[in-house]
């Protein structure tokens, strides 16, 4: 499909585009706004440290384990109806997480959000794929698309510092509704519906052995990065690839699997995909760490190393708008590679440095350089999927995102917390605490790239 | 006594401040060789992959099966991004 043999979206579609921006930005803007309200509806709803963990964490849980299914059943029943619906139970989860009585009525509301939040991106993804047929302007949109979660994670603590100073901690939360309403409202007037109408009935069991391999998998790595090599994550990362292996048997089986395993037979679809998964997994821990110095060693506060975030978030959306147009000129490998070997000088001035305003920059071009990766990876993967799959395509697109990031939060965490407890070894009286600072996998004060 | 605490602070802190760098070195360090091998396999794989917009030389442009699929509903193999 070139330029030249397809009819270019117009206003329409750009409309649409404007539309499928507002559940984009929302879903970055959400993450940011719960670590500042943190503190304030802990107190006012009594949650202890536990219950704080799950109010952070189930959405992300539900989030990645719906992911793909959510994908798959965008292609089935309809990509504008599932976002609708979504868009629905986003709102009125939404509500009900301000309103929330106790911490349990906070975590099932977050719940319900993550399972929302899961139809959200790759219904978006895909219908950018049918309503830009034309190569140029779907890397653009793609472009515009990942600029929206880097837009709502600068202007989630600006508006959401402002709402929690002037309201109470739930107001944080009805920010959302009314970008859904204007989505139910506006969606089906500029966005087209599309169905793989030759595809079979969504198979259960698939979805019952998707959701036991990746939530297990991922509460696992995440409970490794917090708690260390304890017996339950790993018994349930064991349990997760054990599910997760029996998911790929069946996938193979079918006729019409949940995700159709052909597509990794594509060497582009697979490595843009190894790519993107590389890329988030040194990106999570790299910002956790540097997150970790601010504090730990430039002696900032949450709040403060989170904004220090900040121009790393603003490079990635300049970045994001201006890479495809340099996508026109220049092959999207020696693009996205280019880029890389600028992150790689950044890790490498990383690896040496004492100093907060170098990583404060530093992280800045990282994202920057990255950016490629990102907005032409996610293009790549959706270009290489049939349309009738690219739901399924986008899901996995995102599944990356949110494995890559837990997974260096996990693994190149332990690494770095291995290195800590050995230096500290010997260098501190005998009765000083010598916990590795590695924080909590939901310290992070900033959303994973999309 | 009052100064006990602080001492012990003074003790922890700073070595912990310095193992911590360690490890960011330690961690970056290895960032560093994953996109390097992330920036190797990107280029060999996606190289024959046009700029957005153009089309593929014929030769690397075969779809790569389905022949009931019409050209807007499969793309083909060689992605044009």
């Known amino acids: 499909m070139t330029s030249g043999e397809t009819t270019k979206a117009g206003r329409r579609e750009w409309l649409g585009l404007a539309v499928l921006a507002l559940p984009t930005f929302l879903v970055s803007f959400d993450i940011f706004v719960l670590l500042l309200a943190l503190p304030q509806l802990s107190a006012d709803l009594g949650a202890n440290s536990n219950e704080q963990l799950w109010i952070m964490d189930i959405y992300g849980f539900l989030l990645a384990g719906f992911l793909l299914t959510m994908g798959t059943l965008g292609d089935r029943i309809g990509r504008r109806k599932l976002l609708l619906i979504g868009a629905t139970v986003f709102g009125v989860a939404s509500a009900t997480a301000a309103f929330s009585t106790s911490p349990e009525m906070l975590i099932a509301a977050r719940a319900l959000l993550g399972i929302a939040g899961a139809t959200l991106a790759p219904s978006t993804l895909a219908l950018i794929s049918t309503m830009f047929r034309d190569d140029k302007q779907r890397a653009g949109a793609i472009g515009i698309w990942g600029g929206m979660f880097t837009l709502g994670a600068i202007i989630g603590p600006i508006l959401g510092g402002f709402m929690l100073q002037t309201f109470w901690w739930g107001s944080v939360f009805l920010l959302g509704i009314p970008a859904m309403v204007l989505l139910l409202v506006a969606g089906p007037a500029v966005l087209p519906e599309f169905r793989d109408t030759k595809a079979g009935r969504v198979d259960l069991p698939s979805v019952a052995l998707s959701l036991a391999g990746i939530l297990p998998l991922i509460y696992g790595v995440k409970e490794l990065a917090r708690a260390g090599w304890e017996p339950l994550p790993l018994a349930a990362v064991l349990v997760g690839l054990l599910f997760g292996t029996l998911f790929i048997r069946r996938q193979r089986r079918l006729s019409d699997p949940l995700v159709d395993l052909s597509l990794f037979s594509n060497g582009s679809f697979s490595a843009t995909l190894g790519g993107m998964l590389t890329y988030s997994l040194v990106g999570g821990a790299t910002m956790l760490f540097a997150t970790q110095f601010f504090q730990l060693v430039g002696g900032l506060s949450t709040l403060e190393s989170g904004l220090a975030m900040l121009p790393g978030m603003a490079a990635a959306t300049v970045a994001f708008a201006i890479t495809p147009g340099l996508a026109t000129k220049v092959r999207p490998a020696f693009l996205i590679a280019g880029g890389l070997l600028g992150t790689v000088i950044c890790m490498i001035v990383f690896s040496t440095t004492h100093s907060v305003t170098t990583l404060v920059v530093g992280f800045a071009v990282f994202s920057f350089c990255g950016a490629p990766m990102v907005a032409l990876g996610t293009n790549l993967v959706i270009a290489n999927a049939p349309m009738e799959k690219a739901g399924s395509a986008g899901s996995l697109a995102q599944m990356c995102n949110e494995f890559g990031s837990a997974l260096g939060i996990a693994v190149v965490g332990t690494i770095g917390s291995a290195v800590y407890r050995h230096q500290i070894d010997g260098s501190v009286p005998a009765d000083a605490p010598r916990s590795s600072p590695t924080p909590p996998a939901t310290a992070s004060p900033v959303p994973p790239p999309p | ?81």
Not at chain 2, 42 to 63: C, F, M, S
Request: proline share 10%; no cysteine.
């Open chain 2, 1 to 81: 006594m009052s100064d006990a605490p602080e001492r012990l602070r003074t003790a922890v802190l700073a070595p912990a401040q310095e193992a911590f760098t360690g490890s960011l070195h330690v961690v970056t360090g290895i960032g560093a060789v994953l996109l390097a091998a992330v920036a190797l396999l990107i280029v060999t794989k996606l190289r024959h992959v046009p700029p957005v917009g153009q089309e593929a030389p014929a030769a690397e442009d075969a779809p790569e099966t389905a022949p009931e699929a019409s050209a807007d509903e499969r793309r083909p193999e060689v992605a044009k991004v």
